[in-house]
């Protein structure tokens, strides 16, 4: 997956996202890179899609993906963070994720794959039921995430504590 395709295609001018009453967003610290990639964007999905080789226009994407790292001496660690918004579809937003993780996980060589920790979290809509977190967080670790957060914690103190 070109990354020069997600530079010019999909990078948000901010840090944060909002969308049918759904946000994540987080405010950077000193020694923090922070880029947002909106992913699922309508007809820029489509072209998005075609770039990661996606064939079936029903496989659906992840609303972000966020990259977050923190520079000091003790810590280089490079966090990729597949992140989705969603009303009451907790288990569909898993799906998504998945999905994108997979796909991403096909296009991308091995060697740049074990350099990052790849991270999800799904943040519902205010009153959502999130019900089976335990579950569908299991869904996602055995997916080859390395840590997940649904919807109890603010996007950036999980991002912060990976």
Request: charged letters at 20%; glycine letters at 6%; a positive charge.
């Amino acid at each position: 997956m070109p990354f020069n395709f997600l530079l010019t295609n999909n990078l948000l001018c901010n840090t944060s996202w909002v969308e049918n009453g759904t946000k994540i967003s987080m405010s950077p610290e000193n020694g923090e890179k922070i880029l947002f990639f909106k992913l699922d964007d309508g007809n820029n999905s489509i072209s998005l899609k075609k770039a990661l080789n996606m064939r079936n226009d029903n496989q659906s994407v992840c609303d972000l993906l966020v990259y977050y790292q923190k520079i000091d001496v003790n810590n280089t660690k490079k966090i990729m963070c597949f992140a989705e918004g969603k009303g009451t579809d907790i288990k569909h937003a898993v799906e998504q994720i998945q999905n994108t993780y997979r796909v991403f996980c096909g296009s991308l060589p091995k060697s740049i794959l074990g350099q990052v920790i790849w991270t999800a979290y799904i943040q519902g809509n205010p009153g959502s039921s999130l019900k089976n977190t335990k579950e569908l967080k299991n869904e996602l670790i055995c997916s080859g995430i390395k840590k997940c957060e649904i919807g109890k914690t603010k996007f950036e103190q999980f991002i912060r504590t990976v």
